[in-house]
C-alpha cells in the first residue's frame, strides 16, 4: 500500500516539517555525489550497534557511538529508501507538527529516531552492519498520527496484480496494518538471525509515537481542568 495524501489540512504552515524533508534529501544528495568516496558519510556517520555495546561494557570510551545514532537519522541506503521515508513524512507529518507545535514537534521527531535506533540495538546488539535512515523517527510520528487523528482517511495506491486501484482507507486501519506487518517481519527476522531492514527500529519508533501521543492528550485534558 502506497499512501498518497491524508484527509486533513493542517491549519498551520509545517515548516519543521519541511525542512526535516529538505535536510534530508540534502544529505542524500552529498551521499550520492562523494564520488569516490561514496561510503564516506555511511562508514563515518551510520549507527553500528556493536560500537555501543563496546561503550555499555567499557571497551571503549569514544561518545562516537551516540552521534552516530543522531547523524544516521538523515543518511538513507538508496533512492527508494528515501522517496518511501519522505513520502510518509510528508503525509503524516504536517497534522503531528500542528499539533504538537512546531519546536515540540522537532525534538519530537529527533527524539522518535533516537529511541528507535535504541530498539534495533536491543535485538541487535552485536551487530556491525550500519544503521540508517529517518524510518524511526518516521515510525514516531506516525504512531502520534495513529492517537492525534484515527478517523483521518488516507488516500492509498494499492497494487493489484498488474493493476492498481486507489481507494480511501481510514487512517486506523491503514497505520495499524503497516504496524502489524512491521511486527510480523520483525518477529520472522529473530528466528532467521538475519536483520538486513531495521524492523525494531520501527516498531520503537512507533511505540514511542503512541506513548507521547497518548501524554500529550493527558496533559492537555488536565491543564483544561478535566
Known amino acids: 500500500m502506497i499512501p498518497l495524501k491524508d484527509t486533513i489540512p493542517s491549519r498551520t504552515r509545517p515548516i519543521v516539517n519541511y525542512f526535516l524533508i529538505i535536510i534530508t534529501c540534502v544529505v542524500f544528495y552529498l551521499q ?3 564520488g569516490v568516496r561514496d ?3 555511511v562508514d563515518r556517520y551510520a549507527f553500528i550497534p556493536k560500537e555501543l555495546y563496546l561503550f555499555l561494557i567499557g571497551d571503549i570510551y ?6 552516530r545514532i543522531f547523524t544516521s537519522i538523515f543518511l538513507h541506503g538508496g533512492l527508494l529508501h528515501l522517496i518511501g521515508n519522505m513520502l510518509y513524512l510528508y503525509i503524516f507529518g504536517d ?6 507545535g512546531h519546536f515540540k514537534y522537532l525534538i519530537f521527531y529527533i527524539i522518535s529516531g533516537l529511541v528507535a535506533a535504541f530498539f534495533h540495538y536491543l535485538f541487535n546488539p552485536l551487530s556491525s552492519i550500519p544503521t540508517l535512515g529517518a524510518s524511526g523517527a518516521v515510525a514516531g ?3 502520534a498520527y495513529f492517537i492525534f487523528f484515527p478517523r483521518s482517511r488516507v ?3 494499492i497494487p493489484i496484480f498488474i493493476f492498481f486501484q486507489i481507494i480511501e482507507i481510514p487512517a486506523f486501519f491503514f497505520l495499524l496494518f503497516w504496524f502489524l ?3 510480523m517481519y520483525g518477529s520472522a527476522s529473530l528466528f532467521a538471525g538475519i536483520q538486513n531492514i531495521a524492523w525494531w527500529a520501527h516498531i520503537g519508533g512507533f ?3 503512541i506513548v507521547v501521543a497518548i501524554l500529550f492528550n493527558v496533559l492537555r485534558l488536565l491543564r483544561k481542568g478535566y
Open 141 to 143: 510520528v506516525m504512531g
Open 207 to 209: 511505540v514511542f509515537g
Open 95 to 100: 497534522n503531528v507538527e500542528d499539533r504538537l
Open 32 to 34: 550520492m555525489t562523494a
Open 181 to 183: 506487518m512491521q511486527l
Open 155 to 157: 488516500l492509498t495506491l
Open 39 to 41: 561510503n564516506f558519510l
Open 62 to 67: 569514544s561518545l562516537k557511538p551516540f552521534q
